[in-house]
């Protein structure tokens, strides 16, 4: 019997290139994902809409997540601090920490999210598809999208 051993193998993209999702107005380009780096890391190129309001206030017990913002402004929030992300800025959220992210402005946001250990990026592909088979969003039964929220490592604060 003999080890395999998994074979990294490099990633070369043009830009705009790479598997691309959208849903509720977001557009992501996946530029490595988890199965490129044996689950270390994966990398997203993450387009927010105008007025995007982003994911609700959360935390994860595993993932640990930056963003770098490449064009417009992005409001980050980490606990009750707020900051305008301009193109250059970055911001890293460690495992534990409330946060969440939106787009305020009148014009789409661009920025790179980096994701560690990697497969949280599986979530934005369930994301989708749930998104697209209901008939309105928020879904009016939301057990689906909590389990969905639990599943990929997103937690709530206690209210």
Same mark, same amino acid.
């Given at each position: %019997? ?8 490099? #990633?070369?993209? *043009?830009?705009? +290139?790479?598997? *691309?999702?959208? @849903? /509720?107005?977001?557009?992501? +380009? ?9 689950? =270390?890391?994966? /990398? &997203?190129?993450?387009?927010?809409? $105008?007025?995007? +309001?982003? $994911? ?6 595993? *993932?640990?997540?930056? @963003? ?5 402004v992005v409001t980050f929030r980490k606990g009750e601090e707020? @900051?305008?992300?301009? $193109?250059? =800025? %970055? ?6 920490? /409330?946060? *969440?992210?939106?787009?305020? !402005?009148?014009?789409?946001? #661009?920025?790179?999210?980096? &994701?560690?250990?990697?497969?949280? !990026?599986?979530? @934005?592909?369930?994301? +989708? =598809? ?11 039964? %939301?057990?689906?999208l909590l389990a969905l929220y639990e599943k990929y490592d997103?937690f709530f604060p206690e209210k």
């Amino acid at each position: %019997m003999t080890d395999q051993v998994f074979q990294l193998q490099p #990633r070369l993209l *043009t830009p705009g +290139a790479g598997p *691309t999702l959208s @849903f /509720l107005g977001v557009n992501l +380009a996946y530029k490595v994902s988890s199965a490129d780096t044996a689950g =270390a890391w994966a /990398l &997203l190129e993450y387009v927010a809409p $105008p007025k995007f +309001a982003g $994911p609700p206030l959360h935390w994860h017990k595993v *993932t640990n997540e930056a @963003f770098y913002v490449l064009e417009g402004v992005v409001t980050f929030r980490k606990g009750e601090e707020v @900051f305008k992300g301009e $193109p250059g =800025a %970055m911001v890293y959220i460690p495992t534990g920490i /409330l946060h *969440t992210f939106s787009n305020q !402005e009148d014009t789409p946001a #661009r920025f790179l999210t980096f &994701l560690s250990p990697g497969g949280f !990026e599986e979530y @934005f592909k369930e994301l +989708a =598809a749930l998104a697209q088979s209901e008939p309105i969003w928020p879904p009016k039964d %939301m057990k689906k999208l909590l389990a969905l929220y639990e599943k990929y490592d997103n937690f709530f604060p206690e209210k």
